[in-house]
Structure formats: structure tokens, C-alpha cells
């Protein structure tokens, strides 16, 4: 069984920064994409920065210029790099992981139980 694991949030003043961590464990051959999405307090769950095995990053237009997300492959973890935090970001972050090979097991979509970041002003 494939599980993530969410780590690195927590309270920040407007302007700081944090790290987010995503570890997956299970028996893994592959991952191909790892991914944040955030849920804010009443509103719809939404992207905020994919990367593929390769490489290739996706960022939502609020996450452009301020967050970085990279991959260890190796580790099978994901990481956020968020800076110049704003109230705004407020929200519990999700770690999302796509088209997953553990043994002869595929996994479409796998989900962390997330971490609760809060910025405030």
C-alpha cells in the first residue's frame, strides 16, 4: 500500500516562509507526478504546483514567482518551497501523486491527509 506523508507546515507571519515535505512510502517502483493542491476554509480544493519524473513543473498563476516545488526521485518525496507567504495562502495543503507502480499494483491517484499552513497578518 502507497501512503504520503505531509510535513513543514504551520503558523508564519505575511512575508515568511516554510517548507512542505511529501514523503511517499510503500514498496515504489515509480512515481510520475507529485503534486500540492490547497483547500482554503469554505472554498473548493485547487492546484498549486505539479512535477513530473522528468522534470517538468505546472504552477498555478497564485503560486508563480513565490513557490517552488521539486522532487527527490530517489526518495520518492516532493517538496514546497513557499515564500512571501500571504494570508491569502491560508489553507490545508495536500500532497497529490499520479500514476504510481508499486510492485504489479498501479495506482491512479494516491492522497495525503494534508498540512494545515496559516499565515497570518
Known amino acids: 500500500q502507497v501512503q504520503l506523508l505531509e510535513s513543514g507546515g504551520g503558523l508564519v507571519q505575511a512575508g515568511g516562509s516554510l517548507r512542505l515535505s511529501c514523503a511517499a512510502s510503500g514498496t515504489i517502483f515509480s512515481i510520475n507526478s507529485m503534486g500540492w493542491y490547497r483547500q482554503a476554509p469554505g472554498k473548493q480544493r485547487e492546484l498549486v504546483a505539479t512535477?513530473?519524473?522528468?522534470?517538468?513543473?505546472n504552477y498555478a498563476d497564485s503560486a508563480k514567482g513565490r513557490f517552488t516545488i521539486s522532487r527527490d526521485n530517489a526518495k520518492n518525496t516532493a517538496y514546497l518551497e513557499m515564500n512571501s507567504l500571504k494570508p491569502e495562502d491560508t489553507a490545508v495543503y495536500y500532497c497529490n501523486a499520479e500514476n504510481v507502480i508499486s510492485g504489479r499494483i498501479a495506482y491512479l491517484e494516491v492522497w495525503g491527509q494534508g498540512t494545515l499552513v496559516t499565515v497570518s497578518s
Open positions: 512535477a513530473t519524473r522528468g522534470g517538468s513543473t
